[in-house]
């Protein structure tokens, strides 16, 4: 999968978690290389009420990986 695809991904998470208003978006680690990552680890800073402390204190961080199927799945 590419980077954009797993980053669309967790940002769907993370809009449906309706956790606050972006911050960040930050690649953390993954397995692969250029366009062809299997597993991504998405950071995603967010304020609430134009506060980050919530965010520092409990960070959320999606998985995404690819399966051998082709489908992309995103876990907090």
């Known amino acids: 999968m590419k980077a954009s695809q797993a ?3 967790a940002m769907a998470v993370f809009n449906k978690a309706k956790k606050g208003d972006l ?7 993954g397995s692969g290389t250029g366009d ?3 597993d991504l680890r998405i950071h995603i ?8 402390t919530e965010s520092d204190a409990n960070p959320f961080v999606v998985s ?4 051998e199927d082709g489908k992309i799945h995103a876990v907090v």
Do not use: P, S
């Open 7 to 9: 980053i669309n991904k």
């Open 23 to 29: 911050r960040t978006v930050e690649l953390w680690e």
């Open 36 to 38: 062809n990552w299997t």
């Open 45 to 52: 800073g967010y304020a609430v009420d134009g506060d980050y």
């Open 64 to 67: 995404v990986y690819q399966t």
